[in-house]
């Protein structure tokens, strides 16, 4: 076996695994503890290669390490991880460490190399992140490279076995190989064909028909933001979720550039708080019909009548048109800029609740890509303050309900309202003290409290957003005034490059709305600003970072049949203009010739021998030209060969080649198959043969010696042939 193949061979096939495990790494989907034993062992084997020596577990205890890790694989499916894409990564990995310390046969290679590529596909079901792609190039281009060297090594083997198998034959030769060439050389070609593999997998990845869901899209990990987005929210849950800025959502206003409006992503409403936690009852939500996965919301029917659920008209309609891209958070909920006039989605059913909330009940399609129309203008706050105070009773049953309260809330209740005459300035009353008079802070309590929202209000005073909404509603409920938490996400990050705002988990929040009877449901938001997030250096090259990531999204992993529609029609439109283009190109450009053609006509009429003397200058000036690289050529031939000592080696060609012309004219002319010496000799002329062997031991000398002192004597010894008779 040659050793480059072999060495080759061997640590293409590390860096192969290697890979596979840093693309799995990357999802950011691996628990520490994985992360770090099989670093350990793979650094462990890299430095065994690196010595160049091996260590081989007993064929027997690999089995015995199998079996056991069968009872190990059932208590992590059911009792560690509890998720099956998970139990079955860390058998992947337990596998390819155990295969890594116990290759005995070729087959084995095998082996590794599929449980390299199974950790890729594990990395794509976990992730769905832009990095992916540059990983798996990476893996593709080292599987090329291990695949060829495989293959080279294997017909090295069989044909070794053959030559050794015949008794006739000698002992098999063994060929030299160059390991700093062959490297080289392979790593290369593995190179272009990886690009070509590239170009054509784009080329039929844009041309094949699309599908709406992908074959292995239930098995993806549900995400953490889905606890803070589910029919039951405990106190403290959105807080975790702010902690990340994992990016959740794009969202791009189509009717406009960037706006003064702090946006809101309206998401679930919740109605019943038993002093931890916020939920809603068991109801049947009513499915909205569409057509063409068009939903007119406003109009939509829900659990109460429509006067009792819908929001409260603007005194200025400001109608804002916009379309949202998720992140897969793993929720069904469909977010909303509020108040929410239509939708329009590739999914085929949608419900909503009495809360207005909009869920995406396809089971097929998820909720990744729609668009949206929502009025944003300010309710009439004129109007608002001459609402009735009679409650309709089943708003009062379901968003007055309170659990047994501390009697410090009720009379604080009572403190902030006592100086309003109605129920929107008591709301107001209620925001701008929570306001204005509590502070912001992500920190979590040390322990849970009997009584989260008495502990906020009388003791911590510090808060995140779920306790400011939170105490609002429990406010306005001890007033009688109805009201609902609402969770969703608010603020976002502008970016220029894209347009989009950039919707991350840290804005993740819950705001409070409230009823006014004969109007409606208003927004209020009790929680303050929070400190304004650090831009370090870093922040432009971030935007263009994630304008890189949401093509990926949109063009990758959201492509389907509507992007190829999209696609061929931008295709045939610009071709369509390129080649209008060109064609107007081209007849302007022939109406200038032909002008210029006639302005020549006219002059040489009138001045024909100015003209004939431009024609000849330029006919002079395009020989030139046309013969400028022989003329360098000739030139060149001509400096070296007055120099012999400056290029010995081209001198004497110049010089040879000079002699054998001379020669062929006298009638010795060199036959192609003879060397220098053969043709010194088949000359007759004994003078003149003597003459031309001291040539060609001078030129020999010089052309495959370099020898500058040989150069420089044929000139003189070419004049000396020249002239013999």
Not at 213 to 238: C, H, K, M, P, W
Not at 327 to 353: Q, W
Not at 401 to 411: E, H, M
Not at 652 to 672: D, E, F, Q, V
């Amino acid at each position: 076996m040659p050793p480059a193949v072999e060495r080759y061979f061997q640590v293409s096939l590390f860096l192969l695994i290697v890979t596979g495990f840093a693309t799995l790494v990357s999802t950011g989907k691996l628990d520490a503890l994985s992360v770090g034993f099989v670093s350990a062992a793979l650094l462990f084997r890299g430095y065994l290669l690196y010595r160049g020596r091996t260590l081989q577990l007993p064929e027997r205890l690999t089995s015995y390490l199998g079996l056991v890790y069968i009872l190990v694989y059932i208590a992590d499916f059911f009792f560690i991880s509890q998720n099956f894409v998970t139990a079955s990564v860390h058998l992947l990995l337990f596998g390819m460490m155990v295969k890594v310390f116990s290759v005995q046969r070729d087959r084995d290679h095998i082996y590794l190399a599929l449980l390299a590529f199974l950790e890729v596909l594990s990395a794509a079901i976990l992730t769905v992140d832009s990095v992916f792609l540059g990983a798996f190039s990476v893996f593709l281009l080292v599987a090329v490279a291990t695949f060829v060297s495989m293959e080279m090594r294997r017909s090295a083997m069989a044909a070794t076995t053959m030559q050794r198998g015949s008794l006739d034959s000698p002992a098999p030769s063994r060929r030299s190989f160059n390991l700093r060439s062959f490297q080289p050389a392979l790593s290369m070609m593995s190179g272009v064909l990886v690009v070509g593999i590239l170009i054509c997998s784009v080329a039929i990845f844009f041309v094949l028909p699309r599908l709406s869901a992908g074959y292995l899209s239930r098995l993806a990990q549900q995400n953490n933001l889905v606890s803070g987005f589910s029919d039951t929210v405990q106190l403290g849950e959105i807080g975790h979720i702010q902690q990340s800025s994992q990016v959740v959502a794009h969202v791009r206003i189509e009717n406009g550039g960037p706006t003064n409006l702090e946006l809101k992503l309206r998401g679930l409403t919740l109605s019943t708080f038993n002093g931890k936690s916020w939920f809603n009852p068991p109801h049947t939500a009513e499915i909205v019909s569409g057509i063409g996965g068009r939903y007119a919301l406003a109009d939509a029917a829900t659990g109460f009548p429509r006067e009792l659920s819908r929001f409260a008209e603007p005194e200025h309609h400001k109608v804002i048109r916009y379309r949202v891209v998720m992140e897969p958070i793993g929720t069904n909920v469909v977010f909303l800029i509020p108040a929410g006039r239509y939708l329009a989605a590739n999914f085929r059913e949608i419900s909503m609740d009495f809360g207005r909330s909009v869920i995406n009940t396809d089971g097929d399609r998820p909720t990744n890509v729609y668009s949206g129309v929502s009025d944003v203008g300010a309710p009439a706050v004129a109007k608002l303050q001459q609402s009735g105070e009679q409650v309709p009773g089943e708003v009062a049953t379901r968003y007055l309900q309170l659990p047994s309260i501390d009697a410090r809330v009720q009379q604080l209740a009572n403190d902030i309202t006592a100086r309003e005459a109605n129920a929107y300035a008591k709301a107001l009353a209620v925001e701008r003290y929570l306001s204005t008079q509590f502070g912001y802070t992500l920190e979590l309590p040390a322990e849970r409290q009997a009584d989260p929202v008495a502990n906020f209000l009388f003791e911590r005073k510090r808060g995140h957003c779920e306790y400011f909404a939170s105490a609002m509603a429990v406010l306005l409920r001890a007033e009688g005034i109805p009201s609902r938490v609402v969770t969703g996400f608010r603020g976002g990050e502008y970016n220029d490059v894209t347009g989009d705002y950039i919707f991350r988990a840290r804005d993740a929040h819950s705001w409070v709305e409230v009823f006014f009877p004969g109007h409606g449901w208003v927004t209020f938001d009790p929680t303050p600003a929070s400190a304004p997030v650090d831009r370090s250096s870093w922040a432009r090259a971030a935007l263009y970072l994630d304008a890189m990531r949401e093509f990926w999204r949109e063009w990758v992993i959201n492509y389907d049949f509507s992007h190829q529609a999209a696609l061929s029609n931008i295709a045939a439109s610009q071709s369509r203009q390129l080649f209008d283009e060109v064609r107007l190109w081209t007849r302007q450009k022939y109406e200038s010739l032909l002008e210029a053609a006639r302005r020549t006509q006219r002059r040489a009429s009138e001045t024909p021998r100015q003209i004939s003397s431009w024609m000849v200058l330029g006919l002079g000036a395009f020989l030139l030209l046309f013969n400028l690289p022989g003329l360098y050529r000739e030139l060149k031939r001509h400096r070296i060969s007055s120099n012999p000592a400056s290029a010995p080696k081209n001198a004497a060609s110049i010089w040879y080649a000079r002699m054998t012309r001379t020669l062929a004219r006298r009638g010795h002319r060199k036959k192609p198959t003879q060397t220098p010496s053969e043709f010194a000799e088949s000359i007759t002329d004994q003078p003149l043969r003597l003459a031309v062997e001291q040539f060609t031991s001078h030129y020999e000398r010089a052309r495959f010696g370099d020898s500058a002192k040989d150069a420089v004597k044929l000139p003189q010894l070419f004049e000396e042939i020249r002239d013999s008779r």
